[in-house]
């Protein structure tokens, strides 16, 4: 007979956190890991753009800074995410696209989580080179209703312009222009980047090719989650 007692917990799910630059593909792949393992994919990036859309007081703090390509102070970040980490959708494990993206937020996250602190936490880096960063930046496409993201050459919507699920017009991300993308970047190298090292020695860490196809990526991705490593 199954064991009934309350001390019989089901065993703690991963905390997946996705590292990588802007354009590497952390939000394709947090979305279909999320689908295959069951878990929430928590995007900070989503969650600020729904913030800006509903015009609450930290959407009106974070468009401006967002539109140039600048980090939104960590505080918010770390106020919003522990906030969503509570919920009891998170109790068996989440993935993390967006968050940390500096080590003042690791360090927050760390006060967050004690699963993840007690070695459920996976931490895996996406590299893809600058140049294809900036194709894939500049090609991308947004769904402004329910942020679904397409790539004119690598990944077009069916119909031209218009969303699969939602049918609403594609808009570029204002972000997504040449002038905000290099800020993005220059704060990835200055700011998120130091996280490689800081989660080297703090987590089970691996660095995948996200140069690769997306189902190749995907393949790496559920290689290291599923076969435990
Ligand atoms: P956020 O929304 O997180 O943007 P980002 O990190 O700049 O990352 P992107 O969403 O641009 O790229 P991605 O890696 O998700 O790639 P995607 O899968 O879309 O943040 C936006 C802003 O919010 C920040 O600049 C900041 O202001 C603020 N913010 C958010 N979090 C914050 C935090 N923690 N602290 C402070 N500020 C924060 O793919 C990109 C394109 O490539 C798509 O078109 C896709 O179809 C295509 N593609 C994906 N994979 C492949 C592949 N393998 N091959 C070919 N094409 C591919
Ligand atoms: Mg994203």
Redesign the pocket.
Known sequence: MADASPLARPEPGPRVI?L????????????RLAARLGLPRI???????EAIAAGTPLGSQ?GP??E???????E??IGI?GERLRRSDCAAGFIL??????VR?AEGFAGMDENARAGRLVVVN?E?PRA?LLR??S????CPSCQA????D??PPRHDALCDREGARLIQ?E??KEV?VA??LA??EERTAPLIDYYRTRSRFHTID?????D??FGALTGILEGGQ
Not at 43 to 49: H, N, P, Q, V
Not at 97 to 102: I, K, L, N, Q, V
Not at 139 to 142: A, D, F, L
């Open positions: 996705l990588g630059p802007p354009g590497a593909g952390k939000g394709t792949q947090a979305a995007s900070t990036g989503d969650m600020l753009r974070a800074l967002m140039r390509g600048e980090l939104v102070p960590d918010l970040l995410v696209d967006g968050f940390p993206r500096t937020q996406v893809v294809e894939r930046l090609g991308r496409r947004w993201t397409y790539h004119v690598n990944n991300r972000d997504d905000a800020r993005r704060e990835y996200g140069y690769l196809a997306v190749q990526v």
